[in-house]
């Protein structure tokens, strides 16, 4: 009986954060609070608060893992485009590293603030790292 009456506060915190529309938020660079003050300031530096709803995000912790998982990503996507390119056209070998690097690079480029907004939007809902009732 105790841990149903534990449970029930977490599940009505989880329910008014949900993550599918925070990550959403995140990945187009939004506060995940609001969704419509900038997340980002610069390309990849997270802001202190929203500028529409003043939601403290300086709590984040996302460290290395959007670059993880870009890597991860980029990875993923290129490698079987590649093997799929060099066996199906037997292009040079200098024009396919540079057309895969160009490709790796600018992929890389683009998906890198959207994941470290997905990783914050993520921490913000499932409120880790400060972003719970205690934060200030």
């Known amino acids: 009986m105790t841990s149903t009456a534990q449970a029930a506060p977490m599940e009505i915190l989880d329910d008014d954060r949900?993550?599918?529309p925070a990550m959403l938020r995140g990945w187009r660079r939004r506060c995940p609070a609001c969704g419509s003050g900038p997340m980002l300031q610069g390309y990849l530096k997270v802001r202190?608060?929203?500028?529409?709803?003043d939601e403290a995000l300086h709590h984040h912790r996302a460290d290395d893992g959007p670059a993880y998982l870009t890597i991860v990503v980029v990875g993923k996507l290129l490698t079987p485009l590649i093997f799929w390119v060099f066996t199906a056209f037997r292009p040079e070998p200098l024009v396919m590293a540079v057309a895969f690097s160009i490709a790796a690079v600018a992929l890389s480029l683009y998906l890198l603030p959207r994941l470290k907004g997905m990783l914050v939007a993520i921490?913000?809902?499932r409120r880790m790292h400060g972003f719970g009732p205690s934060a200030d």
Do not use: G, I, N
């Open 18 to 20: 949900p993550m599918r």
């Open 48 to 53: 202190d608060h929203c500028p529409v709803c």
């Open 123 to 125: 921490q913000w809902s």
